[in-house]
């Protein structure tokens, strides 16, 4: 295709960039249009960055399903109490006007990296001269989530609180009506990082609303905390035998019963009685990359080069939980995210002006400091590991300061 046919490909676009075969543009003269679709970790620094020094004759859109983002790693401690609802959420309107960034709140449903289209659910195509992807993932097994109601989804994280919240109050309801004697039954699906600091805030929350109920964690997997030391992990199963949170591992939630008594149905046909279950299982990817058409690993993410650019010839780059590299494993894990963020925001601002690309390197091991829900943390770096209350003091300070960049 030649120059002009690639800008006649999409006459709406905003600018006139040129992609050459080894996927570096050549200069460009015109307005331009950058889009970040997704609200993820990477993509609010870029934000950020935007308001100090903005892209010369750029134009940037922040593209989100809603106008507050979520920081994951304070969600628990919220839903355990030891923080207020709105110290995790980040005001995406306020962000984006303070840094002179146009905000679209609205869903992508699929994307054109040829035409340089972005079709929305509720509005007008979007058109871009460069896209970033940054949206993360869905649970595995969400189908599950949405068609039973007595499973509530961690994603998105950011309505997840008044959802659980909802569903928390008609039990309370039913609870009152006809209570019954050995309390209500709680699960919480997913023995990760996640699923396990959850599985102790919601006990503690079900505690301070004066529910007597029990809570149970489970997994197909065979491992706890899989990732972690040995020594993380023995602290966390001996708070679960403290607080009377059982753990059932090996056994895969296929299905529920949301007839007469509710329960989960495991994967060997065994019926586990439940009134409520979050839903915190492994990354899967969005249902929506279905329609975006790039190129995907076995797995359903999108394929990414070292330099965080869709492996395709398109000006597209991919960052976070919706990446995968095809030489090397990268965690879907937030702090991967953050990570990613400079070397984005590095290669948008050479990829306008025509420049070689900075390569991203995954960062060997990470400090990882998990809410014990009562003002404590697990610190666990390199095979040590401590449950202290300076720990969480820490991982109290490290979230607040990432959150307040934003506000």
């Known amino acids: 295709m030649s120059n002009d ?9 905003l600018f006139d960039t040129v992609v050459m075969a080894d ?24 934000v950020e960055w935007w308001a100090k020094r903005p892209i010369p004759q750029t134009e940037l859109i922040l593209l989100s399903a809603f106008d507050r983002a979520a920081y994951s790693g304070m969600v628990p401690g919220a839903l355990a109490g030891l923080l207020a609802p709105d110290e995790f959420a980040i005001d995406l309107r306020r962000l984006t006007e303070r840094c002179g960034v146009r905000l679209i709140v609205d869903r992508a449903i699929r994307l054109d990296p040829v035409q340089r289209v972005i079709e929305l659910a509720h509005q007008p195509s979007l058109p871009f001269d460069v896209a970033s992807i940054n949206i ?25 609180l008044p959802r659980l919240d909802v569903r928390l109050k008609e039990l309370e309801t039913q609870f009152t009506a006809a209570p019954v004697i050995e309390g209500l039954r709680f699960a919480v699906v997913g023995a990760g990082a996640a699923g396990a600091e959850l599985a102790l ?37 001996r708070l679960f035998d403290q607080r009377g949170i059982g753990i059932e591992l090996g056994r895969r939630v296929v299905g529920c019963d949301d007839e007469g008594p509710s329960s989960l149905i495991l994967d060997d046909g065994l019926r586990w009685p439940c009134d409520l279950a979050i839903w915190a299982t492994g990354a899967a990817p ?5 329609q975006f058409d790039l190129p ?19 000006s597209v780059f991919v960052v976070g ?7 090397q494993h990268v965690p879907k894990a937030g702090v991967y995210a953050v990570r990613q963020g400079p070397v984005l925001w590095h290669n948008l601002r050479c990829w306008m002006a025509g420049e070689p690309l ?4 995954p960062q060997r091991g990470f400090l990882s400091l998990l809410s014990c829900a009562d003002g404590t943390a697990i610190l666990d770096y390199r095979g040590f590991a401590v449950r202290s209350r300076w720990a969480w003091w820490l991982k109290l300070a490290i979230d607040r300061q990432f959150v307040q960049r934003f506000r």
């Not at 149970?216 to 993380?232: K, P, V």
Request: proline content about 5%.
């Open 321 to 327: 939980d919706a990446a995968d590299w095809p030489s």
């Open 358 to 361: 900075q390569n991203y390197e």
């Open 286 to 290: 969005p249902e929506v990359l279905r």
């Open 201 to 237: 805030a919601l006990n503690r929350h079900l505690h301070d609303r004066g529910l007597p109920a029990n809570v149970t964690l489970l997994d197909g997997a065979n491992e706890l905390l899989a990732g972690h030391s040995r020594r993380a992990v023995r602290l966390v199963r």
């Open 296 to 314: 995907k690993s076995e797995r359903g993410f999108l394929l990414v080069r070292p330099t965080l650019q869709s492996t395709a010839s398109v």
């Open 136 to 160: 993360g993932s869905a649970t595995q097994g969400e189908r599950l989530c949405q068609e039973h109601r007595m499973l509530v989804s961690v994603k998105p994280l950011a309505t997840l």
């Open 5 to 13: 046919e690639l800008r006649m490909s999409n006459p709406d676009s």
């Open 23 to 46: 996927g570096v543009p050549a200069a460009v003269s015109l307005s331009r249009r950058i889009v970040l679709i997704g609200a993820g970790h990477a993509h609010l620094q870029i």
